[in-house]
Each structure stands twice: as structure tokens, then as C-alpha cells.
């Protein structure tokens, strides 16, 4: 079964902020391997456009930078899974996720390597769900 993974862009790495990142790359992994891979300009729209842009291309997991609470909440309330404040370059972060070792700290943000908001407690906590090629 094919799924689809997102990572907005910026300059070949993990663009900072997902709400204002202007590209998207996408990539469809088939049994835990990347079978396709294509760059999409995001729409600068409200959030909920966003959202339904997302759930256009049939994203089932955002791996993104910082995100805003309520673009986080909507895309989950859409059933994306959303993995936030994540760094790096978009090869790695895939070999990373394919290979079941995004949990490096090389790919956290500053300041989320023990929970972000409130060490142990901030949304940075809840990456630590991510295994290797976890897909719904």
C-alpha cells in the first residue's frame, strides 16, 4: 500500500516554519521505500485551504519545522499526522524516516531536544511516536 509523506521546503532542507513554507515535497513510500517523489508549490492561503490542499495530494504524514497550533490542530482534526520541529535536508530526513532513525537529535530543532515548550512536557514530546516507516 502505497502512503505519502510530506516535508515542506526550503533550499533543499526542512523549511523552518510550515506555515509559511512555499514548497512541499511529497514522496510515496511502498513497503518502507520511497517509490516517488515530487515538489508541489503550497497555495499561500488560510490555514484550512491549506488543509484541504494536503488532503488533495492524499498526505497521511507531515514531517515539518515549527507549526502553528491551529494549523497542527486542523490538519490532525483531518486525519494528517503531523510530526513537528524537525531540521535538516530533505535526503536525509527521508533516509532518516525510511530508516527508522528520525529520532536523532541531529534533526531537532534548537530548544525541542527535551520537549521544546516545557522540557519533557511541549509538543516536541510527541515525535517521539515516530518510528521507521510508521504509515497509517
Same mark, same amino acid.
Request: proline share 4%; with cysteine; glycine share 10%.
Given at each position: 500500500?502505497?502512503?505519502?509523506?510530506?516535508? *515542506?521546503?526550503?533550499?533543499?532542507?526542512? #523549511? *523552518?516554519?510550515?506555515?509559511?513554507?512555499?514548497?512541499?515535497?511529497?514522496?510515496?513510500?511502498?513497503?518502507?521505500?520511497?517509490?516517488?517523489?515530487?515538489?508541489?508549490?503550497?497555495?499561500?492561503?488560510?490555514?484550512?485551504?491549506?488543509?484541504?490542499?494536503?488532503?488533495?495530494?492524499?498526505?497521511?504524514?507531515?514531517? +515539518?519545522?515549527?507549526? #502553528?497550533?491551529?494549523?497542527? #490542530?486542523?490538519?490532525?482534526?483531518?486525519?494528517?499526522?503531523?510530526?513537528?520541529?524537525?531540521?535538516?535536508?530533505?535526503?536525509?530526513?527521508?533516509?532518516?524516516? +525510511?530508516?527508522?532513525?528520525?529520532?536523532?537529535?541531529?534533526?531537532?530543532? *534548537?530548544? +525541542?531536544?527535551?520537549?521544546?515548550?516545557?522540557?519533557?512536557?511541549?509538543? +516536541?514530546?510527541?515525535?517521539?511516536?515516530?518510528?521507521?516507516?510508521?504509515?497509517?
Amino acid at each position: 500500500m502505497i502512503a505519502k509523506v510530506a516535508i *515542506p521546503v526550503w533550499q533543499e532542507r526542512v #523549511s *523552518p516554519v510550515m506555515d509559511s513554507a512555499c514548497q512541499l515535497m511529497v514522496a510515496d513510500f511502498d513497503d518502507g521505500k520511497v517509490v516517488a517523489q515530487k515538489t508541489f508549490d503550497i497555495p499561500q492561503l488560510h490555514n484550512i485551504q491549506k488543509v484541504r490542499f494536503l488532503q488533495s495530494l492524499g498526505i497521511k504524514v507531515l514531517i +515539518c519545522g515549527a507549526i #502553528s497550533q491551529e494549523l497542527e #490542530s486542523l490538519l490532525a482534526d483531518s486525519g494528517i499526522e503531523v510530526n513537528p520541529f524537525f531540521r535538516g535536508r530533505i535526503g536525509d530526513i527521508i533516509n532518516a524516516f +525510511c530508516n527508522g532513525n528520525l529520532q536523532n537529535e541531529h534533526f531537532f530543532l *534548537p530548544g +525541542c531536544r527535551f520537549g521544546g515548550r516545557g522540557q519533557q512536557s511541549g509538543r +516536541c514530546q510527541r515525535r517521539r511516536g515516530l518510528r521507521r516507516g510508521r504509515l497509517n
